[in-house]
């Protein structure tokens, strides 16, 4: 049923699926409690904390002080104290400010620009020398921008004199003004994120000679004049503080570019059904199709965020052509996240010609360090193949008692990688403690390997390629030898070798390794099962887990920070999944703010053929920088 839910999805690509909050109605309903006044807020279904605050233009802290007990978990009906702290006019000419402990006459005056005289002509019911009272109400013009250069403090060479009006923020005045948010702080050092009030005089620095109107500036310029730390040299510090999340617009666009080969598939379907065969879609899309079905359930947890996320899916084949096509005509210069592509070749291309270098791009498929040294802002889901020989190596190195050997391939490709496990065997572990030798296999046979096997010692050959002949043809030479222990350690993708019977792999004790560790007995794993069944009348695969992983962690950065998470990101970066723990590093080597997922597990088969693991024992090893 997905299979098919799937193939009519394909038909309508590239295609758009948006996810937003309920808007919140504002309540008009006021009250004076001590002095103070409030809004009166009932919470309705779909609300939350953050968007009820939002509309209302006042920051969570604020709400928290006068609600004594209150939390993000707010439920249905509740009434929540909403502060007054500058209310406009019913002409909405003035501002009705309320009066705190601790106002001063003089101090209300130079804040907002008028002198006494001025404030109480403004105030006429009011007597001169009368003193304020805590909950007076009183009344300051409502003006536009000061750019008077006759007065002699004010320097509008190099700033503009801003009065900060009704439903104006940090971001829709960067954008205004064409500068970045912290350029508005640099400016005003009195100035934080949590302070921008109505009534507030800020300044502006003049990079430009006008400000930019709306058809100036680009359509969802969030990104290029918020986030590019190359161009608006943003201090990470600032740019990472938790106060500022979720204050860079409700908005993300997500492309997805995965090889769906929907044409391909729709012919070899009408192939199938025509000769009477099981129908069946290629491996691969089968793969990106779980994933794509994994992704849209991580997606819908995020209806109760006040954020809209409009997913654009492009189905771009296994060449470039598409691609080529689709970067030609500027289809991703409005996204904040590019997930895809999912073959080497296209992560080579895009990266060389979308030009963008603070659009993170991850890429599920892919474990090539090759592509996190080159470019920067590349994100691997799967563990690199660097780390995974790593990690092969520290299970080696706890595990000394064992014969190890290693089975070096025909191929020019599978004598390198023997070279590098070889490589990665001398880095970390200490070879003169353990026994290991390598032998060669020539296609047919390993040559001289029962002189290599020990009596006395579980003897572990490591399989460093996924080949399904030549594993065939080793497996076929290792399970006549009966009094020896035997097993063999290599990638997971050799269990799905068809021709390869199953009781192959219980001789010789097959153990992979993987960057997958699925815990069914999480609750945010049953809930994600239970949805993804739900939704599409079967079980998830690890694809699906991974994806709904990568939709928890890296929509949630997104949101948080927008286009530029990847510059909040640590050296070491942890996240507890559906799939396991997933801890992504940036290597020396690597290029800025490219991580590679460096979770590494290794699985043995038991004799009822169910998988046990055996590494790690507590935690992954390879830390930052090895």
């Known amino acids: 049923m997905k299979k098919i839910f799937g193939i009519i999805v394909f038909i309508i690509f590239p295609f758009a699926v948006s996810f937003a909050q309920t808007e919140i109605t504002k309540s008009d309903e006021k009250v004076v409690i001590d002095g103070v006044k409030y809004i009166l807020h009932t919470v309705e279904p779909g609300q939350t904390l953050y968007s009820i605050c939002k509309a209302y233009n006042v920051s969570i802290d604020e709400v928290n002080e006068v609600n004594v007990g209150l939390d993000s978990q707010i439920a249905v009906n509740q009434i929540i104290r909403i502060p007054i702290l500058h209310e406009l006019s019913d002409d909405g000419k003035t501002i009705v400010y309320v009066v705190k402990s601790g106002d001063t006459l003089y101090s209300l005056c130079k804040k907002y620009g008028i002198s006494e005289d001025e404030f109480y002509s403004l105030n006429s019911k009011l007597k001169k020398g009368s003193g304020l009272k805590v909950g007076q109400e009183i009344l300051f013009p409502l003006s536009k921008e000061i750019s008077d250069a006759g007065e002699q403090d004010k320097d509008t060479i190099n700033y503009y004199y801003h009065l900060v009006e009704k439903g104006e923020t940090f971001y829709g005045l ?154 030609s005509n500027n289809k991703f210069d409005d996204a904040d996240l590019i997930i ?141 030898i009966k009094k020896h222990e035997i097993t063999v350690i290599g990638p997971e993708q050799v269990l799905s070798f068809e021709s390869i019977d199953p009781n192959y792999y219980a001789k010789v004790k097959y153990s992979y390794f993987s960057n997958i560790d699925i815990n069914r007995s999480d609750t945010l794993t049953k809930n994600f099962v239970s949805k993804y069944q739900e939704t599409f009348l079967c079980a998830p695969d690890q694809y699906a887990f991974m994806a709904f992983d990568v939709a928890n962690f890296f929509v949630t950065k997104l949101a948080r920070h927008g286009r530029g998470f990847s510059n909040c990101l640590q050296d070491v970066e942890k996240y507890y999944g559906c799939s396991g723990v997933y801890r992504f590093v940036n290597k020396p080597s690597y290029a800025r703010k490219s991580f590679s997922n460096s979770a590494t597990y290794i699985f043995t088969l038991q004799e009822d053929f169910t998988m046990r693991k055996i590494y790690p024992k507590e935690t992954i090893l390879v830390e930052e920088g090895n």
């Open 174 to 327: 960067a954008r205004k003004f064409n500068v970045t948010q912290q350029d508005i702080l640099d400016a005003n050092p009195d100035l934080t994120t949590s302070t921008l009030k109505v009534g507030d005089y800020i300044r502006i620095p003049r990079t430009t000679t006008s400000v930019l109107t709306d058809q100036q500036r680009m359509v969802d310029s969030l990104a290029n004049i918020n986030f590019n730390i190359d161009s608006s040299q943003l201090a990470a510090q600032n740019f990472c503080d938790t106060a500022l999340w979720y204050k860079h617009g409700n908005k993300v666009v997500i492309s997805m570019l995965l090889p769906f080969d929907v044409s391909s598939n729709l012919r070899n379907l009408y192939n199938q059904e025509n000769s009477n065969k099981d129908q069946r879609l290629y491996p691969i899309t089968e793969k990106i199709l779980d994933f794509y079905c994994g992704f849209l359930v991580g997606l819908e947890g995020f209806i109760s965020y006040d954020i809209k996320i409009e997913l654009k899916v492009y189905d771009i084949g296994n060449d470039n052509n598409i691609l080529a096509d689709l970067i």
């Open 340 to 480: 895809g592509p999912a073959f080497k070749s296209q992560a080579d291309y895009f990266n060389l010609n979308f030009k963008d270098t603070s659009v993170a791009v991850i890429l599920p498929f892919i474990n090539e360090q090759e592509i996190l040294e080159k470019y920067p802002n590349n994100i691997l889901i799967k563990t690199s193949d660097e780390i995974m020989r790593e990690n092969v190596a520290k299970y080696i190195s706890q595990n000394p008692q064992n014969n190890y050997i290693l089975i070096q391939g025909y191929t020019p490709d599978y004598i390198k990688l023997a070279a590098e496990f070889e490589e990665a065997m001398l880095k970390y572990s200490d070879t003169s403690k353990i026994n290991f030798t390598t032998v060669k296999f020539n296609g047919k046979s390993m040559v001289s390997v029962k002189n290599l096997i020990r009596e006395d010692k579980e003897n572990v050959f490591i399989l460093p390629f996924a080949h399904e002949a030549a594993t065939m043809k080793i497996f076929t030479e290792l399970f006549p």
